[in-house]
């Protein structure tokens, strides 16, 4: 099991406590962005478009402490940038901790091995570590040779050290669906406790906008061939019921509030994606933003093809915990997770043949030259 009993209890415990009280609208995950630089400039994040001034600035300990008992959120999501840039990135762990969150530190784990000494392995902390497929495919993904070795050296020390590992992947339009199984296999065989999956869609100051998936269709079809005959020791840190979302197998809407993001310029309306303006506190993000604009039903453009994770897992864990058929449909999804598809096995053969005959051409391109 990816996720452990005691945090499954922690989330289920407290989406209740929110169906008791009548709530409609509540946060699953804070996204906490304590600052916007990188030290890596990938093509398909827009993070460092910003301008240098706003690249140096960072949230203090005390912003991140007062954002996240505002939100009351029982987990806390904590990307960039990348967070270990933070010179006080410890004091901001360290406190949520003793506040009780379940914290997911992204990083794509170039300093992960500088700076773990800042760390103590706790049930309440996460590396979820940025791996977008396997060596080749990741390395272009974020543009610098020699990163995939990197984070997959910093996985093992951390899994040797005692540390709670997750994966965070992105899939893009031009993926190789074999190659992302293998890169399942490649997971697993490092340790690390589980994988989350999810689509890339446009993010408005990213370079590259020619990647991005755009139809839900492609979406599906895609994540059919991923994740339909599945390896028994495969672990996704991730709601089944999503990923059966992210397969056509379920309709979900959007529930931007599940996961609201907070960073240097307040709260971010409505969602991680789309940027309409900020509120200065949790309480006017809730009350300001018109919520019936966006998602699928609302017919807001934007909205149409989206399928990613921060818009739909809430939607998800909501449903498990507020029916019957929610918790059953969960239920069944961890016990029967194989999805046997031998419709999707042919095509994976196929596109297996069709990458090898395309290698062959090239060789012979090459060789020609």
Known sequence: ?????????????????QKLAGRKRYPLVLMLEPL??????????GKVQYPAHILKQNLTPEQCFKAAEECGAPMVSIPGGEPLLHPQIDQIVDGLIARGKYIYLCTNALLLKQKIDLFKPSRFLTFSVHMDGEQEHHDFAVCR???YDVAAEAIRLAVERGFRVTTNTTLFNNVDPNSVRRFFDQMMDLGVEGMMVSPG??????????????????????????LANRKKRWHFNQSPLFLEFLMGKREYECTPWGMPTYNLFGWQKPCYLLQEGYADTYADLMEETKWEDYGRASGNPACQQCMVHSGHEATAVNHTFSSFGGLWGNIKALIFNTYANPAAMAKLKQHQQDAGESRGIALTVLKAG
């Open 145 to 147: 040779e020699g990163t």
């Open 1 to 17: 099991m990816a996720v452990p009993l005691q945090q499954m209890w922690t989330v289920a415990s407290y989406v209740l406590k």
């Open 36 to 45: 916007f630089r990188c030290n890596l400039a990938c093509a398909g994040c």
């Open 201 to 226: 869609y446009a993010y408005s100051k990213a370079p590259d906008q020619k990647s991005f998936l755009r139809e839900r269709k492609q979406t599906n079809e895609m994540f059919e061939l991923i």
